[in-house]
């Protein structure tokens, strides 16, 4: 169970009023506005607020009096247009606000996006809860033998145990000090009336990375796409993916044509070098290549095979040796 | 007027709308939303969206569950204390949208806050109309003698009329000249189908700083704070003052705690030195400082003057000369 | 001449010194910093400072202890690889700072990027110099009628020469009564004792968006590539484009290998939807589509055929029409 | 000992070489660049590079041809006038980099500053060396009873001992169990053939919040005043403000001027309030007020006379009472 009793009454009380307003207003969002959406073993994603909708976009790229067009048609031509040309700052007009509990060392993967606002449960001024990650035993993989950064096969599961039992026992303990270096007790009361107990923003030092942190964090559309871009993909780490995966859907929600244009124009879509680009129209006019003859690295190839999702044919090498 | 007969319909039509929301809503706002307020001739502003209020400061300082408290005065309280100790985040997390008309002088300056974001109407894309700012008046000021970036006394009516004339002629003619070079007449239907005309992008070079363009801009309350100190003030070009007026009331509607604050610690409040400090410290310890004691330049002691409100009296100096 | 004998002077004396650094120092862009560079018919670009180079780039993303590897094939693999990968961070970590003069609409267009640091030549404070753009013949561009954002077919001569006077004579014409208004004559002594002028602030107005300004400018390289691959391309307004093209050179300069990987990747590179990938691939495969098939629109397909570098035939589809 | 020989070597030769360059130099700074300043325990800072002095900040304010004027006091006079007044794009013209080593736990509240580059070290990609924090006894300070977010007094010397022996031992039980984890022993040799290890992305999780970790920072110096202010301050957590102090003493050497202008205008200044220079006002003029009848509370009252650096007499109220 992720949320406490006391937050979840809090939550259905916001949730249980309603308010008229002339803004732009999507209902899909508002359907699951306040609600935790669980992610990993104990974190979450919320939609706390948001700002316009798709028609917010078009209203804004016009520098509209009015709502912008009733067209849907229209307003997903004009969306996909301005994706397709890097128009970012319509959809920077959309902004959403997010309630947000991770992994301390997700969260700093997660802040290098500066382009967002952020305030963060302050582990000076208040107890860090007793809530650590500790992964699925089919998350637990292997170094990856091919890429430094990344992960290779799953462990067995004789390793995958001695590795949750590493990091649970590791966390319960550094916990059990956590408290006892403040004097606490685990019911939060205090534990030797004779010692002070060390200051709050030096006992959280003792915790591993693996405890979880909350945080507000808000963000216009246009930079939610590149943070999605980034980590609702295969090459980032598997812990803040399912994040991105969530709010991916919180985004579906909330602009569904702005949405499609991310998934056909950045999300499914690909970046060819000149050199690549040199080889698909090679390729197109009937006039294979092989990597050789390209120029491109083994890495390079494999990468652009897996952009276009087939084999490039190297017969002519394979021929000559 | 401001408005067309078409803009004002259009803008009718989405305040004739309302929808019900669980979002924190504030209806002193939505009581002006999408209406124009007037400033300088022909420009206005007009709120197009806004994200959270009050309570939205509070719920984001404490990562809350919930919608933050609902005593007012526990609310003042805190939002005073982050304010005044420079706890920024919290205030990022409301956000509000503009939409605006200005004259490009005055958009040049403004856009030199760049923590916000930005659609422009494009004269790239769209021809600009025929509307230009042209100072009342009381606000054609001379050049200031003491400050060589400020206005000193007002014109007198002779040198402003003529000043006036100017303006309004210049303004006209390359307008006129805009559309000649476009080959448009003052319907925008084609004056000579033998011409091609010039290109959009080129032929608005010729258009003065005074014409009003338009954008959406929008921006969180931590920098429209930062915004509104520097342009809500008298060392601010009265122009982008006048703007910066309209919407200090907006944000007086919207968020009413935060406001307060707002002029408390920032508007009202004044920045000492280290020197600054000293004088007043011996002022108040019964020592009083002569300018010359201080070590301080005529400008700054002036300075230190008016943020105190009240003349310091430099007696022994006097006596000596 | 682009700049006055002072100005020459003052700059050359800058150059006459060297002095001793332990930084990383690139001779090639040593040679011609300070120096401006002619862009347009007044404007030019200056580098007047540059923190770090290549190996800069190499160093930080290792975050190493000494000055990164001294082998340069190395160096471009790993600067290929962070370009790819949109590993942005170690391109960040090199800084530029120039001094650009450039037309007033052409700096309305650049401010757009807010990724860098400003400061502009203030013509509240100080008076403007009678300095404006014409466009040479070659360059005045009708509208273009497929593109509404865009410039078509040159104008004839005589449509050419009647544009240029109407330029050049309301810009001398605004310019004359900016002196007069100011109550100034040509050499900037007093007209008129008994009258006071019109403040800088406001008389300002009267000038046509052709006057140049300046401003120093500075950008990370990251930044810096994102602009670049923006404005150093046909889409982006010629004006505009030849201040790209001439910092593009100065970045080649700077850091050849990091320049060398922007322009396999990025800027000679192309971006395609997972529908143009879809097509691609069909192409390679041997089983060509029509764009009726594709369901791209006519617009898209060109722009595919524009990045490819190929015409993609239609000829089913030209068979049954 | 802070750097291995290997580093030490490699810093040693990056400093061993100079270069001629045209750009702006200072000497105070070249002679620590690159030279580790030791903080805490084991962490450091490091000057990398960096763009500017002081004549860069009157040049870039002045949009000037030349280098600025040699005269140190009128380039006071400017630096002066803009610190105080706010002028902070001539301050943004200066960059500089740092490469900097420092607990997890500091480094998550230092990148809250978000104008900043950052390149951090990869513990996705390689193992984070077993350096960890332990406070000094005198810096082991028992939470504090008047201020939720902060420290109180020292902890007895029992109490110290024992905290200082919790810290280490968790530190090096969650190393051991980290490389455990991965299938390395304390050489970094394979442990165990027939097992894979786990992920390096995945075992990071496992380490405490006081192990060190590095980055390269590059920030402008704006924005480094910005940091150093809230940040060299006693309000600030001390492990932070360590790394502050020592970064300031590296700007007092780079740009002497602004360093003094910060310290006049802004560390050692203060900001009032509204009513605070009310209290102040009277006071001057011979008519103390009681914080009761000021209207500020007691936390108010008492940040006021911290600010002057005097006890405002209540007189009046304790006779009453």
Redesign the interface.
Known sequence: MV?SK??HE??E???A?????????VSAL?EI??KPLPVLDRGFVRV?????DDT?IV???R?????GTKHIQKDQGLINYLM???HT??F??C?I?Y?IKL???I??QW??H??A??????A??SILGKEF?I?APEH?????VQN??????Q??PE?AH??MK??RE?AE??YQ?YE???NLNEQGDILDPE????????A???????YYT???W?I?LHNLFHFLR?RADH?A?YEIRAYADVMLETVKRWVPLAYEAF???RQ??????????RV??S???GQPVTRTQSGMSLR?WK?LES????I?EEKTDKTVA
Chains 1, 2, 3, 4 share one sequence.
């Open positions: 949320l006391e937050q809090e939550l009380e916001t949730r009023h309603q308010y008229p307003t002339h803004r732009a207003t508002e506005l306040y706390i607020d948001y700002m316009g917010a209203q804004s790229a520098v509209s009096y009015g709502k397709r040309h890097w700052t319509p920077e007009m902004e606000k309630h992994p301390i060392f969260a700093r802040i290098r500066r382009t606002n952020v305030n963060e449960y302050s000076r001024y990650y992964p637990l993989a292997a170094q990856s430094n950064q990344g992960r290779g096969d462990l067995n390793e001695k590795v590493i990091l590791d303990r550094v000090h006892e270096m403040m010692r002070s107990g060390l200051a709050r923003e030096l959280r030092m003792n915790l591993t990375l693996n909350e945080w507000y808000k216009d980034l090459h780490q998934v056909e124009y499914q879509g690909g970046q060819l070098s000149q050199t690549a680009l698909v129209r390729f197109i006019q390079e990468e952009i276009l999702g087939i490039l």
